[in-house]
């Protein structure tokens, strides 16, 4: 019966990560849905690209205070959650900080007295975003969008972290407490538990301090575990996916329009009265012509795109620059990309029950995005260039307006018109191509 506590902590770990894994898998599944796209050329960039902007947070410190307070709860976090490995060591061989014997005195002090400093900085940073994000009327983080479970969503992470935060500075103190009563050896420095929660742990006898350094102990960990697998429900899965996101963004110019090889070919098809228009086998590097133009549903979009929905964080900043938005349209790029998601995890959720996708009755446009949101968009890249890991909801809504012009011929009278004067007068305007130039003799 000794060893209950070693495999209890075992059992847990081993399902937690399986869990978590499962997880994974899945949402891998479901990114593979979409069509594939290459986007392996330029590494070196691209590993610039994903150390400065995911790992660096070069784009969230634009707005400074959000990004400085981000920032400590990104990087505090992250490197907090180094100690697990110390955890998972202890808990299955039953030793007590197993890193001091690593790390030596000396350094282990440094260790754990950084730990505490960066624990404090992440309680200040979800503090003021809790009170920014429900009392201070933030614009962006209060339209109605966000009403219901991503504002839910956005409150649980908070106190999460700082519950997480207040298990390891109620663990550290009381450590601290038997550590000056002889009853533990000495290792680690706390430098913020020991004058936050010291002086009133002293009160406490031996039995409730050692009940609190376990309860605290237990509860950090089984907090991890969950946390971690909350993250699959979560808008939070941006800590993970924000780094492939980063990779795979687009490199080229911001709103460059794909043109379809196939397209292109077509069209010198038709303005060489000589080429043969049955020798159109695809040659080496061309793209065949795809079963249907643009996107209609989530399959139609590229596997790059999906993983940009998984990765939204929600924070809004993409809509908050919107002028289609700001002028009070029915556009929001976050919302494009939190309905490219809602669909796409539908769609998993089919997967999951029938073992394949069957035919729900609902694709992406309509039943989602509807048409007046995406003829909205001015194609300004402002929600591409504020986007603080890279997203791209222009790509999505570019792809949905293909298939409305080129699948469905639905485009707006006015944008037919233009179109129907182009291919007539070669010019937008209407008007024979012989008047052309009448404006010049007006000179």
């Not at 902007?53 to 205070?65: D, E, F, L, N």
């Not at 976090?77 to 180094?82: D, G, M, P, Q, Y």
């Not at 800590?239 to 460059?256: C, D, M, V």
Request: aromatic share 12%; net charge neutral; with cysteine.
């Amino acid at each position: 019966m000794q060893y209950i506590d070693n495999i209890i902590f075992l059992v847990l770990l081993v399902a937690g990560f399986g869990l978590f894994g499962k997880s994974l898998q899945k949402i891998y599944r479901n990114i593979r849905l979409g069509r594939e796209i290459k986007r392996n050329d330029k590494k070196e960039e691209r590993w610039s690209t994903m150390a400065r902007v995911a790992m660096g947070q070069s784009k969230m410190v634009k707005r400074p205070v959000a990004g400085i307070l981000h920032l400590f709860v990104y990087i505090g976090f992250v490197i907090i959650n180094i100690e697990l490995v110390e955890i998972i060591v202890d808990g299955v061989f039953g030793t007590h900080r197993f890193l001091s014997s690593v790390l030596g005195h000396s350094l282990y002090n440094i260790f754990t007295a950084t730990l505490e400093v960066l624990a404090l900085l992440v309680v200040i940073g979800v503090v003021i975003f809790f009170i920014r994000r429900n009392f201070y009327g933030v614009k962006r983080l209060t339209m109605k969008e966000l009403f219901g479970w991503p504002k839910q969503d956005a409150n649980w992470i908070l106190i999460i972290e700082f519950a997480l935060m207040m298990a390891f500075f109620k663990m550290n103190a009381s450590d601290w407490v038997l550590q000056q009563r002889g009853l533990l050896p000495e290792h680690g420095s706390f430098p913020i538990s020991s004058n936050l929660l010291g002086p009133l742990f002293n009160g406490f006898g031996d039995g409730s301090l050692f009940f609190i350094e376990r309860a605290a102990w237990w509860f950090h960990f089984v907090g991890i575990l969950f946390f971690m697998n909350y993250l699959y429900y979560s808008k939070h899965l941006h800590i993970i996916l924000a780094f492939p996101s980063t990779w795979y963004a687009n490199l080229e110019k911001k709103g460059k329009f794909n043109n379809l090889d196939s397209v292109t070919k077509e069209i010198k098809l038709m303005m060489d009265p000589n080429a043969d228009p049955y020798a159109a086998a695809p040659a080496e590097g061309e793209e065949e012509a795809p079963s249907k133009f643009g996107a209609e549903d989530i399959f139609d979009l590229n596997q790059v795109q999906l993983l940009n929905a998984y990765s939204c964080t929600e924070c809004g900043r993409c809509t908050s620059v919107c002028p289609a938005n700001i002028t009070g349209k029915k556009l929001s790029p976050r919302l494009i990309l939190m309905k490219t998601r809602d669909r796409l995890e539908e769609v998993g959720r089919n997967i999951d029950k029938n073992g394949q996708f069957v035919d729900d009755g609902k694709k992406l446009l309509n039943d989602y995005i509807t048409k007046e949101e995406l003829w909205a968009c001015t194609t300004c890249n402002a929600c591409t260039e504020a986007c603080p890991v890279l997203l791209d909801p222009l790509s999505i809504i570019f792809e949905m307006r293909r298939f409305l012009v080129m699948e469905q011929s639905a485009a707006p009278q006015e944008l037919n018109l233009m179109m129907t004067n182009v291919e007539n007068n070669a010019a937008p305007w209407q008007y024979n191509q012989a008047d052309r130039l009448n404006w010049a003799n007006e000179n």
